[in-house]
């Protein structure tokens, strides 16, 4: 028997504390999805049409059009959500996302989660709230990132 | 210098028999350092006999202003601060600490022989002797000895002056530090002249003191002259240039280190550092190695450092303190406040010296006052804490 | 009461191992051997190349093993440039130890969490070796340690071995990296959130430049951390090492002996404070 992503979705910390009515909409848009070591998740430029809550694994974010190839600025794992393109027009990857470890997750489908958040302003704000949780701690980290707090100071 | 033993014994030295305590002194080994006249100022240096003493000199000092000028009698001690303070003598500006010298793949260090400095300080004023303590807080502690320091500290012998006259800048009535030398002196002399008379009322203050003053002429004071001396000192308790308000200043400054008021002092501010060489508390030195250029010999020098330069705070990166406000803030707030928890007393013995050799006048007492009174008109000033 | 703190004593280099392209790791014995300096974790000792100058260094070693005293330098300036140069053989001046301590004593019983940015790793290994020698005193033991990209990570073999162990959590992060790095990149802080221990039970002890070390505390702190039970580890000048010059001043601090290892509670205002 298939076993819902309801409850696997309601043991992540992302979605904690949610009303049960709003994690029934959340399942609506939700798939179970797996990547490979090596596999890419998205590439930048590419359509920007969910988001994933990482159950296992390791994820790289990369970016080109650097030295010696692209950089990776950032790692996700275990309770990490990726991707918030999915949120804000023109809806695109900044990013290339690359499974560093076989990484399974939970992906969410952007447009049908734009939709219902329309329908259920009170559901938006839940998942709006979430998110910018997720997006001031990024902010914080990648301002701490760009001091270089490690290089040589001349 | 000896222990001190407050023997509470007053005598009369003539104005002419000083030159017997100097003779003493130099026969007991002692070379003598005091008052001077010279570049026009009066300056600590080694004295021949009594006639180096700048007799018949006194001194105007205001905010940034500093004059000698003629009187009519020939006080010998009617000044007050000097721009040199008794450190230079206790803690040298500048010595070498160690020499080395290359042998094989290293080198051998050689920290020469301790050289013994049997110094007799003439017209030390009660804030240089709390100064001198204070130093003595710093150098000598449970954990860590400066044994050159030391040295010239425990082979020190002290003739204390009591001030018949407060400079335009000094404070030490607020500071608790004076007039009256109160703490640890040999000898402690106050001049009193009268209109047929120049004598010194002499008080004993250590075994060492008496036993140099027996060989000087001198006989038990009169209750008369007792009061004459008392007079004074009172006299001069209640003319100090400057004031100060001690009351809880440590946290006053604690909670005031984003005042505007240091953005104001710092726009005149030169960070000069006079203040700090003028100070007779300002102990901080820096440590130099050199090499000559043959590459063989080396040495380690140690000299006396100023907070105000760049250097001063420089980690990699940069200087901790890199604007004139920060290096104010911190010569200030470690002299009245901070230094209170390092060393248990104030770093501050109101001499004045860092008012009258400012080259633009900041007046510490000032400073202080406009903190003090910025949080009585407008608290507001001090932003209520926020959690960020 | 010494009296010598400013004599500079003379230690051979016994071996040079280079660590990453600018950081190297010196093991210093004292001339004839014969000299052992006890030394807690968290202490510095004052290294001196003939002619050129001297630095602080923090000892990097086992204090079970005083006669292979080693420190980790970063070759940044004049001296540490010299310092390098010298090589196997080659002797320096020596002076310490100087400073305050990691609580080592104190965190018994207690779970152990070190945070380590940068070279900010080298004065907390000899705290580590403590722990880890006396392992049954403590409760759980983890080490967070961040650099700023994978070929600056530092003490390469020893970390592998660590890894390894199942009585000690290991992870550690870079700031960037290029593709073939598969380990974490992100801030060492991002690596708090997910370490086991517990937070009402435990000793956090975090060195690394001043704002890793603020942004470290604070996610401490979020995780139930009490101020009195977190350490720093701080810098400034300095000259003497010993609280005679006044240049490592921090408030009413010498970071030289009031430090470089403070309990935060005891500092946490003043770090507030800014250009101080």
């Known amino acids: 028997m298939m076993q819902t992503l309801e409850p696997i979705l309601a043991e992540h910390p992302f979605l904690k504390g949610l009303d049960a009515q709003y994690l029934k909409l959340l399942v609506g848009c939700a798939s179970n999805v797996r990547f490979n070591a090596g596999q890419f998740v998205f590439r930048e430029g590419e359509e920007a049409n969910e988001f994933y809550m990482i159950r296992q694994g390791k994820v790289a974010l990369e970016i080109l059009g650097a030295e010696r190839g692209p950089i990776t600025i950032q790692t996700v794992g275990e309770g990490d959500i990726l991707g918030w393109s999915w949120l804000i027009p023109p809806y695109r990857w900044r990013f290339n996302a690359r499974a560093l470890e076989l990484t399974r997750a939970i992906a969410l489908d952007g447009k049908c989660l734009r939709t219902k958040s329309e329908e259920d302003r009170n559901f938006g704000y839940e998942l709006l709230k979430r998110f910018s949780s997720i997006i001031v701690e990024r902010l914080e980290a990648t301002r701490l990132q760009l001091l270089d707090v490690y290089r040589v100071h001349s | ?388 | ?276």
């Open chain 2, 1 to 388: 210098m000896g222990q001190f033993i407050p023997l509470g014994d007053k005598l009369v030295l003539e104005s002419q028999d000083l030159q017997r305590l100097f003779d003493v002194l130099k026969e007991r080994g002692y070379r003598i350092l005091g008052p001077t006249v010279r570049d026009r100022a009066i300056v600590y240096d080694e004295l021949g006999s009594v006639a180096d003493l700048p007799a018949g000199w006194t001194d105007d000092q205001n905010g940034g202003s500093y004059r000698i000028r003629r009187r009519s009698d020939e006080a010998l001690f009617a000044y007050a601060s000097s721009p040199h303070s008794w450190k230079k003598f206790l803690l040298e500006p500048q010595t070498t600490v160690w020499q080395a010298e290359r042998s094989g793949s290293g080198f051998q260090v050689d920290q020469g022989r301790a050289q013994l400095h049997k110094s007799a300080l003439i017209g030390v004023r009660s804030c240089d002797l709390h100064a001198i303590e204070i130093q003595d807080r710093v150098f000598i502690t449970a954990d860590q000895v400066d044994p050159s320091y030391k040295s010239r500290r425990e082979n020190l012998f002290i003739v204390a002056v009591n001030c018949g006259q407060a400079g335009g800048t000094c404070f030490c009535s607020s500071m608790k530090t004076g007039p009256k030398a109160s703490s640890a002196f040999d000898l402690a002399l106050t001049e009193v002249i009268e209109t047929n008379r120049h004598y010194f009322l002499v008080e004993i203050g250590s075994a060492l003191g008496e036993q140099a003053f027996s060989e000087v002429p001198s006989r038990e004071a009169r209750a008369d002259e007792k009061d004459a001396a008392d007079n004074v000192v009172a006299e001069c308790a209640r003319r100090m240039g400057r004031v100060m308000d001690t009351a809880e200043i440590k946290e006053l400054l604690y909670r005031n280190y984003n005042n505007p008021r240091w953005d104001d002092v710092a726009s005149r501010c030169l960070t000069c550092g006079n203040c700090t060489m003028v100070c007779p508390t300002c102990f901080c030195t820096t440590v130099e190695d050199f090499t000559d250029l043959s590459g063989k010999h080396a040495e380690r020098r140690r000299r006396m450092d100023v907070c105000f330069t760049m250097d001063f705070s420089y980690i990699h990166g940069g200087s901790i303190r890199s604007t004139a406000r920060a290096r104010y803030r911190q010569w200030i707030t470690h002299k009245l406040a901070t230094w209170i928890d390092q060393f248990g007393v104030s770093g501050c013995v109101g001499c004045g010296r860092c008012i009258t050799w400012c080259p633009v006048g900041i007046d510490i007492t000032e400073e202080t006052r406009a903190i003090r009174e910025s949080e009585l008109s407008h608290p507001a000033v001090i932003p209520p804490r926020r959690n960020a």
């Open chain 3, 1 to 276: 009461m010494r009296t010598d703190a400013m004599l500079t004593h003379l230690y051979r280099v016994e071996r040079v191992q280079d660590e990453t392209y600018d950081t190297f790791t010196l093991e210093l014995a004292s001339r004839d051997h014969s000299e052992e300096r006890p030394f807690a974790p968290g202490q510095f000792n004052m290294l001196y190349v003939f002619g050129v100058g001297e630095v602080p260094i923090s000892i990097s070693s086992d204090l079970a093993k005083p006669r292979t005293l080693a420190h980790t330098v970063r070759a940044v300036g004049n001296v540490t440039k010299a310092i390098r140069a010298l090589g196997r053989g080659g002797e320096l001046g020596l002076r310490g130890p100087f400073g305050t301590s990691w609580p080592v004593e104190e965190a018994k019983g207690s779970d152990v969490v070190i945070v380590a940015g940068g070279i900010g790793i080298a004065p907390l290994r000899p705290a580590l070796y403590h722990v880890l020698s006396e392992r049954k005193e403590y409760g759980k033991v983890v080490l967070l340690y961040g650099a700023r990209t994978p070929a600056d990570l530092l003490y390469q073999r020893e970390m592998e071995q660590w890894r390894g162990r199942s009585d000690l959590q290991v992870d550690i992060t870079v700031d960037r990296a290029l593709r073939w790095w598969r380990g974490n990149v992100g801030v060492v802080t991002t690596l708090i959130p997910k370490a086991v221990f517990d937070p009402t039970s435990t000793v956090a002890m975090v060195c690394g430049p001043e704002v890793m070390m603020r942004f470290t505390v604070a996610e401490l702190q979020k995780r139930g951390l009490e101020d009195d039970k977190i350490y720093i580890s701080m810098e400034r000048n300095m000259k003497c090492g010993f609280g005679f010059c006044g240049h490592c001043q921090f408030g009413p601090f010498f970071v030289c002996k009031d430090g470089p290892v403070f309990r935060y509670d005891r500092v946490r205002e003043w770090l507030g404070k800014g250009d101080i």
